[in-house]
T-cell receptor, first 112, second 114 residues
């Protein structure tokens, strides 16, 4: 079963614009990770934010985490056509040995 | 450093057959996890292996099994294939087991059941 739900399911923007994707989850977590998947390829790890962190940056990526609302957001600034991909959040719930639960994903299209 | 390698990339089988998929993790990585990805169910965890031991298993029937070898390479096996087993099977490796380890994915094996 999927714990996370991404919103929106699909997003289309122009190159240079910012893209924001949201993720909501249901149970308490140890950490939350974001991954990118290009069509027909495997997933690429983008960033991990721990449950005691509120914000994290990596290059053009900014991730926030609100554990009280059980939600996270991924912001990609100054988007490029190469950012076109599906983006997934994944949670690793407290108490679980090691089971990443992925959301349903946001399909981002960046138009040149 | 070579990434996670999965073989074969594509596979076509018929109902009732069995299949074995292979995964070679990044050198030095000892944890290997398997996931099934379908358009309807999304990404679902199958199982995780660390030091040749299965540490965790997802909610899949016993037809799905796996193992890990001493060199950390892993295989998963699906017996008595059903049409619903058509999916992209992804393998991921990490340095160690644990919830704070980023996972490194291979490009998957696309399995089609006729």
């Amino acid at each position: 079963s999927q714990q996370g739900e991404e919103d929106p399911q699909a997003l289309s923007i122009q190159e240079g614009e910012n893209a924001t994707m949201n993720c909501s989850y249901k149970t308490s977590i140890n950490n939350l990770q974001w991954y990118r998947q290009n069509s027909g390829r495997g997933l690429v790890h983008l960033i991990l934010i721990r449950s005691n962190e509120r914000e994290k940056h990596s290059g053009r990526l900014r991730v926030t985490l609100d554990t009280s609302k059980k939600s996270s957001s991924l912001l990609i600034t100054a988007s490029r056509a190469a950012d076109t991909a599906s983006y997934f959040c994944a949670t690793d719930g407290r108490g679980s040995a090691r089971q990443l639960t992925f959301g349903s994903g946001t399909q981002l299209t960046v138009l040149p | 450093k070579a990434g996670v390698t999965q073989t074969p990339r594509y596979l076509i089988k018929t109902r009732g057959q069995q299949v074995t998929l292979s995964c070679s993790p990044i050198s030095g990585h000892r944890s290997v996890s398997w996931y099934q990805q379908t358009p309807g169910q999304g990404l679902q965890f199958l199982f995780e292996y660390f030091s040749e031991t299965q540490r965790n298993k997802g909610n899949f029937p016993g037809r799905f099994s796996g193992r890990q070898f001493s060199n950390s390479r892993s295989e998963m096996n699906v017996s008595t294939l059903e049409l619903g087993d058509s999916a992209l099977y992804l393998c991921a490796s990490s340095l160690a087991a644990g919830s704070d380890q980023p996972q490194h994915f291979g490009d998957g094996t696309r399995l089609s059941i006729l």
